[in-house]
């Protein structure tokens, strides 16, 4: 899949929901300088370079919050990620 996918995942939800994961776009992008953008999961994400790259990282829109799923366990228990709501597999917030 390409970032035109990715494009139309972001068009498809609410102004709010659009701008937040615009903006969240553009920060892993700068986080992850090489990776390759992609859709996984059915949502949009950023793989490891090379023909068979490891998932690194996704996020997604629901109803009424943005998700931000990092592919390792490991992640998410080693951070402080007050105010937002996590899981053992991702962290939960509003789009504003």
């Known amino acids: 899949m390409s970032a ?3 494009d139309a995942y972001i068009a ?5 929901f659009a701008r937040a994961l615009t903006d969240l776009r553009h920060r892993l992008m700068a986080l992850l300088p090489g990776h390759i953008e992609c859709m ?12 068979h790259g490891k998932m690194v990282i996704g996020y997604a829109a629901f109803t009424h919050h ?3 799923y990092p592919h390792s366990g490991s ?3 080693t951070l402080d990620c ?9 962290v939960l917030f509003p789009p504003d």
């Open 75 to 77: 992640v998410i228990p």
């Open 4 to 6: 035109a996918a990715v």
């Open 66 to 68: 943005l998700g931000l």
């Open 40 to 51: 996984s999961y059915a949502m949009p994400g950023f793989r490891q370079p090379g023909p």
């Open 12 to 16: 498809a939800r609410p102004p709010a």
């Open 82 to 90: 007050r105010p937002f709501k996590t899981s053992k597999s991702g």
